[in-house]
């Protein structure tokens, strides 16, 4: 039987350098072993990974359904995802089988097979190596840190329990020769080239740079002044000399939306805040930040330039954020209609003319946060109802002419 697996679920093909191990004293047995992988399902049939083969014929098998024991022919079910996931796997029996990667419609990022049977902080390092590479973020419904080797056995690259308002979409830096790391560009897997930070290639380094947000909206949320700030906060762990780095963002996969004569700002705690420069592809970026050892947080926001802020459109508790634009919009063409709610729930929207006609109706699936394109076929008045399961509604007035 399937003697033990420890599956954490991540939001992203070949055995690579393993990273250096802090002895254990546990007392294993040698017939054991433990194999890491990553991989990302390229749609959602089975595919096989990998198996562990005796003459030929597979004794165990990772598909990206399922761990199968061929030998007694139980089975653990995994969920199936479109997403990067990291598996741990303890066999303790199959010392001898070969491993054979065989993979399908998958990407299989990396493997690492190591004799033996680690011990629960060994397994962790490893797993936080193989999270800060791949841009994975550990399961941590019970904090776990993110750990690096160190003289004495490990230290703490990222500290759960300080960044357990943080735990989203974790992701980081590294460069530490004792870790056989070299990782000098990062982003999430969850929401790769949303946020992308990069260390320069000729800086001898030894340190992390690990950041994580709160899981707040990317919507406008508070103006101050001339600056409307987006609701989401990070939180980023320096750990050693980290060198000035450079930050991407992708303002497309943000739910605010840049307005005539808006540009985006950094903003960090008792500091001005720094405007972004245009980079390739509609990206933007910041150069040369200095993060300093420690914690320290930022946010984005928008800043007005020559132009008065966008007011914030709160309908009421549930509706946190409503937005149409452009309003008035020229006849024939789509508006962007943007809703944030408090709770993930589907939303039904009816789009009326003047005399009360329906023009159009669209179920839009369980979220928090919605972005729906709605054409106006004539000039008018247009009124945009809200709707969901529950009973919460709201509605919008629309003008095209």
């Known amino acids: 039987m399937l003697r033990f697996v420890l599956f954490v679920s991540l939001l992203a093909s070949t055995l690579t350098a393993q990273p250096m191990l802090p002895a254990s004293d546990a007392d294993h047995p040698v017939t054991a072993r433990t194999i890491f992988t990553v991989f990302t399902p390229e749609d959602r049939t ?25 030998r007694d022919s139980s089975q653990i079910i995994l969920s199936p995802t479109a997403h990067t996931r990291l598996n741990t796997y303890l066999e303790r029996q199959a010392a001898r089988d070969s491993l054979v990667v065989q993979p399908g419609k ?68 590294g ?19 949303e946020l992308v930070m990069e260390w320069p290639a000729e800086e001898d380094l030894n340190a992390y740079l690990l950041w994580g947000d709160d899981d707040a909206p990317t919507a406008r949320a508070v103006i101050d002044g001339d600056i409307t700030q987006l609701g989401r906060r990070w939180r980023v762990q320096s750990t050693g000399q980290a060198p000035p780095t450079t930050l ?14 808006e540009r985006w700002v950094l903003l960090r705690p008792g500091l001005p805040a720094l405007p972004a420069t245009p980079g390739p592809g509609g990206t933007f970026r910041w150069e040369d930040i200095q993060w300093g050892e420690g914690t320290s947080f930022f946010r984005i926001g928008l800043q007005c330039s020559g132009c008065t802020p966008q007011p914030l459109d709160k309908q009421d508790d549930f509706f946190t954020f409503t937005q149409v634009s452009p309003n008035p919009a020229r006849v024939g063409a789509a508006v962007d209609v943007r809703v944030a709610m408090a709770e993930s729930s589907p939303l039904f929207l009816t789009l009326l003319d003047a005399t009360g006609r329906v023009i159009l109706q669209r179920r839009l699936p ?24 529950r009973g919460h509604r709201t509605s919008l007035k629309l003008f095209a002419q």
């Open 46 to 70: 089975e595919q096989t990974i990998w198996s562990l083969q005796s003459s030929g014929r597979p004794q165990t098998e990772l598909t990206t359904h399922r761990l199968w024991d061929h």
């Open 106 to 173: 998958v990407t299989v990022a990396e493997i690492l097979d190591y004799p033996g049977a680690l011990s629960p902080e060994q397994r962790q390092l490893v797993e936080s190596y193989l999270a800060i590479r791949h841009g994975l973020t550990l399961d941590q419904r019970i904090p776990r840190h993110y750990l690096a080797p160190s003289e004495d056995g490990t230290r703490v690259v990222w500290d759960a329990i300080d960044g357990r308002d943080y735990r989203f979409r974790i992701a980081g830096l």
């Open 175 to 193: 460069v530490d020769e004792a870790a056989r790391l070299d990782h000098r560009r990062g982003t999430s897997a969850y929401v790769p080239g």
């Open 248 to 261: 991407h963002l992708d303002p497309r996969q943000f739910f605010a939306r840049r307005q005539a004569g």
């Open 366 to 389: 369980a979220r928090t946060h919605h972005l729906s394109q709605i054409p106006l076929p004539a000039a008018g008045m247009y009124a945009l109802q809200l709707r969901t399961l």
